[in-house]
Structures are given as structure tokens and as C-alpha cells.
């Protein structure tokens, strides 16, 4: 989040409603994390990386951003608009073209460490 210095941001962030107490072992298995959340220009920004992009990944997105929407501890984000951002270390045209068709960001970011 180096691009973003800034914004609020967080990393690794759970989704979702929050289990009750007597049910929350059993939502420990099914809870939802998305790789980083940041605050920038009045938006919302749900980031999920991906070391190889895959079509999987924008349906993960769409439903992270449902999932903000019921997460009591950004509430006071919930009027803003949110930007889905597929980040990933390679171009893949197939999943580049289904983001743009799901108005969903797609960075490609190769540092030098994954260049080799």
C-alpha cells in the first residue's frame, strides 16, 4: 500500500456480519477476508491480490463489496462509493476484459522481486 501512503488503510481485513458469541467457532471457517481495504478521494478502495489472476477473483470481489456493506466496523464508510481493485502480477487479456465488463480495476504490479 505503498502507492497510498495517506489513505486509511488496512490489511487483511474480515468481512461480513459479526457472529454470535455462542456461534462464533463456527463462523471462524466460513468468515471472508479481503487482502486491503484503503480510503482515498472520498471512495472506498477493496483490494484482492493475486499472484496469477483468475476469473474466480472478480466473483470474490463482488461479493466482498456486499460484504462491506454488513460489516458494523467501516459503517462509517457505508455511504461511500466502493472501487473493486484485482491486483496481480501478470496481464491475463481473458480476466482483464471480464473486470473491465465488472467495472472492476485490474493493476498489474511486478516488482523486481517477482520479475526474478
Known sequence: MTQHPTALQWRRVRL?????KDLASIYKVTLRWVDAIFVEGGKVHLVEAKLKPTPSAVGQLKLYKELFYQTPEFSEFHSYPVELILLTTRDDPDVRRLC?????????????????
Open 16 to 20: 461480513g456480519p459479526l457472529p454470535k
Open 100 to 116: 473491465e465488463l465488472e467495472g472492476i480495476k485490474y493493476i498489474v504490479y511486478q516488482p523486481k522481486w517477482i520479475l526474478g
